[in-house]
T-cell receptor, first 119, second 113 residues
Framework: GAVVSQHPSWVICKSGTSVKIECRSL??????MFWYRQFPKQSLMLMAT?????????EQGVEKDKFLINHASLTLSTLTVTSAHPEDSSFYIC???????????????FGPGTRLTVT | QKEVEQDPGPLSVPEGAIVSLNCTYS??????FMWYRQYSRKGPELLMY????GNKEDGRFTAQVDKSSKYISLFIRDSQPSDSATYLC?????????????FGTGTRLQVTL
């Protein structure tokens, strides 16, 4: 159980275009999803927290108009990088927490990540 | 000072060795402690999860939490080349809902034949 998928796994886009990354919880209902970015050999930096049906809460320094997050259902959250620039190139990882079976678990389970390269 | 400190390594050990990975933290509100393993270009995988102080064992892995010293450890017995990865400690205060994690920088472990 506790499988989280991300799509695409790798995307290359041109500067100025927008890219959408999907995060899905495959076998549980994710009431909360988190989006992180990770630069090479560095730890994960939390970008935002989203609860199903609510607006995302962004961490300080993260531009909400540039990184659009939608958590429309209990199994899907999307991150859209708008007007991407080369400095947005990074590894984007989502995690999900929520209900499993009869109980609720708040442990975060991570997706495999999406590598974004902006040229 | 970072909230969570972790030696970035790299740490190189021979196969079969006992590995000790550690993190210290400064926020006394942290109650939940996790260890994640991350292979290159993959998402983190939850290895161990502990609440408050004490030990927890799962196979070759043992997690220890000493809240009085604000110090947590992960021990790996009989290390294998497949254990080569980056190990991230993470912790949260938890308020009854899924709360954000504070991560260490990660320790790169290399287990050699």
């Amino acid at each position: 159980g506790a499988v989280v998928s991300q799509h695409p796994s790798w995307v290359i886009c041109k500067s100025g275009t927008s890219v959408k990354i999907e995060c899905r919880s495959l076998d549980f209902q994710a009431t909360t999803m988190f989006w992180y970015r990770q630069f090479p050999k560095q730890s994960l930096m939390l970008m935002a927290t989203s609860n199903e049906g609510s607006k995302a809460t962004y961490e300080q320094g993260v531009e909400k108009d540039k990184f659009l997050i939608n958590h429309a259902s209990l199994t899907l959250s999307t991150l859209t990088v708008t007007s991407a620039h080369p400095e947005d190139s990074s590894f984007y990882i989502c995690s999900a927490a929520g209900g499993m079976g009869q109980g609720i678990t708040y442990e975060q389970y991570f997706g495999p990540g999406t590598r974004l390269t902006v040229t | 000072q970072k909230e969570v400190e972790q030696d970035p390594g790299p740490l190189s050990v021979p196969e079969g060795a006992i590995v000790s990975l550690n993190c210290t933290y400064s926020n006394s509100a942290f109650q939940y402690f996790m260890w994640y393993r991350q292979y290159s270009r993959k998402g983190p995988e939850l290895l161990m999860y502990t609440y408050s102080s004490g030990n927890k064992e799962d196979g070759r892995f043992t997690a220890q939490v000493d809240k009085s010293s604000k110090y947590i450890s992960l021990f790996i017995r009989d290390s294998q080349p497949s254990d080569s990865a980056t190990y991230l400690c993470a912790m949260s205060a938890r308020t009854g809902t899924a709360s954000k994690l504070t991560f260490g920088t990660g320790t790169r472990l290399q287990v050699t034949l």
